[in-house]
């Protein structure tokens, strides 16, 4: 046999080289399971020092009442949170209720978000991009305060994240023979998703932007539209019943007025870098960087239109319809586009020559969103005091094991709509025993989200030996101080907090 040429010779070794090479940069199931295996560890680190909040009270009251209750709970209020309410039903049902079990769930579905980036990354870019996606993702003060939220938000990442997955693939499988049954699968995750959280169905129109985009851009065959256009349509009157049914609860966002929600600085730092300005100034400066080399790429229009258009058109809708109908915009209703911006970051990241600057300016990152990330697990990361003030109750009543206690709930400084109840609601144990003196009916009883109170009397005093006053102010309730006074109780034992105080009133 003749020896090959060389020029024969050179181009098979060339071909193998870039057959290694694109195996090497493709990311595999492993990088995938180990980041999120990383990203779990982060998440559930300290997860239960926080103290229980008034939104996570929430979650645990509605939670924990019984199917017929919340069913009739969403017929009036938060029929938005309704499927994620309904989960958490179940799971506190197989595993009880502690601030732990609360969060958990939550950093289970972050670190599930950061395995279906790396996945969804990877199939658009290079492997070190994704691991860069991925690594920014799990640092970024939003992804982190979701993950220890007892709320349906880093379940959002997650959806997202799958939506996007199915809307790639169905772009990509057009033409062939299961094309349609791709966009069948694009479809009823949009349908859940928009079931677990309806701002959700901002990314549906998100995509269609990028549709758009890429079609202009004559990225894309006229079929693909009109395949995507053929399961929106439908699975959007699928979901008009539910959209007017929450729409008629829409009075419940009238705190949202009252917030900063609308103004530039929530905008540009508390959407993905909360109370982190730094990392928001090198965040964002980053992620414009890398929406640029994206679209000066050829390559990267898909991943250009995509990631704008996650983080870009949501936003802008909720702001639209806050100027013009009724305020909605809140920065962790659009948690869902974390992963984008983690996406434009890592771009830019990527693209610096010099490994060891690469380097750095992860570290830089990684360095300046630490502190949100001990901040967010310290006691008094989400701004409640509940853990302390319950702990603090429960060493004084320790002292007077043989005295019968009553309790009398004040008002929480900045919601509301609620009581200093969300203390019990959070850390029951130290009341289990204590006669709750002005609950008027249960929030179950109700069937609202929230209880009802009524005055103190005095015949509510008879048999009780001491009377907590726990509330952002004891002088919220003075007609309630006045008939403590007249009982014959003075105060005992008291303890300022962050935003509340208690104070013990005895014979």
């Not at 994704?130 to 349906?152: D, H, K, N, Q």
């Not at 997202?160 to 062939?176: Q, W």
């Not at 005055?455 to 726990?470: E, K, Q």
Request: proline fraction near 5%.
């Amino acid at each position: 046999m003749c020896p090959a040429p060389p020029v024969t010779v050179m181009f098979t070794l060339r071909q193998y080289a870039d057959e290694v090479s694109a195996r090497a940069s493709t990311v595999s199931w492993r990088d995938a399971v180990v980041l999120g295996s990383i990203a779990l560890i982060w998440c559930l680190a300290f997860s239960w020092v926080p103290s229980v909040w008034y939104d996570e009270a929430a979650t645990v009251l509605a939670s924990t009442r019984t199917w017929a209750d919340l069913v009739r709970m969403l017929g009036t209020v938060d029929l938005v949170h309704g499927v994620y309410y309904g989960f958490m039903h179940v799971w506190f049902t197989l595993v009880g209720y502690t601030p732990f079990t609360l969060r958990f769930p939550s950093a289970v579905f972050a670190a599930l978000a950061v395995v279906g980036t790396v996945r969804l990354v990877g199939s658009l870019a290079s492997r070190r991009v994704a691991i860069l996606s991925a690594v920014v993702l799990i640092v970024l003060p939003r992804f982190t305060l979701a993950a220890v939220e007892g709320r349906s938000y880093s379940l959002t990442m997650l959806l997202g994240v799958l939506m996007t997955i199915a809307f790639v693939r169905a772009i990509r499988s057009a033409g062939k023979r299961w094309g349609l049954r791709a966009w069948d699968i694009y479809a009823l995750l949009a349908i859940l998703a928009s079931l677990v959280f309806l701002y959700l169905a901002l990314l549906v129109v998100a995509h269609l932007v990028a549709l758009l985009w890429l079609r202009a851009r004559g990225r894309l065959s006229p079929g693909i539209l009109g395949g995507f256009l053929w399961r929106a349509i439908p699975s959007a009157v699928l979901l008009l019943p539910f959209v007017l049914a929450a729409a008629g609860q829409a009075s419940q966002l009238a705190w949202v007025a009252s917030r900063d929600g609308g103004t530039f600085a929530a905008l540009l730092v508390a959407e993905f870098f909360p109370s982190n300005v730094p990392l928001a100034i090198l965040g964002w400066a980053l992620a414009v960087a890398g929406a640029v080399l994206l679209l000066r790429r050829p390559a990267g229009a898909m991943g250009a239109a995509l990631a704008i258009s996650t983080i870009a058109v949501p936003v802008l809708v909720l702001v639209l319809v806050s100027v013009t109908v009724l305020p909605t915009f809140v920065p962790r209703y659009v948690t869902f586009a974390t992963p984008a911006m983690a996406v434009l970051i890592a771009v830019a990241i990527d693209a610096i020559p010099v490994r060891i600057v690469r380097f750095a300016s992860l570290a830089l990152v990684v360095a300046l969103a630490l502190p949100s990330w001990i901040v967010q697990r310290t006691p008094l990361g989400k701004g409640s005091d509940a853990a302390a003030v319950a702990a603090y109750v429960e060493t004084v009543d320790a002292r007077h094991p043989s005295e019968s206690v009553g309790i009398v709930w004040g008002d929480l400084a900045r919601f509301p709509d609620g009581t200093a109840r969300i203390v019990q609601y959070g850390y029951p144990t130290p009341f289990a025993q204590m006669s709750d003196l002005t609950l008027a009916t249960s929030a179950a009883e109700a069937g609202t989200l929230w209880e009802t109170t009524r005055p103190l009397t005095i015949d509510d005093l008879d048999g009780i030996d001491a009377v907590w006053v726990i509330g952002s102010s004891r002088d919220a309730r003075p007609d309630d101080l006045r008939l403590l006074a007249l009982g014959g109780f003075t105060a005992a034992d008291q303890k300022s907090f962050y935003e509340l105080e208690a104070v013990r009133f005895a014979r």
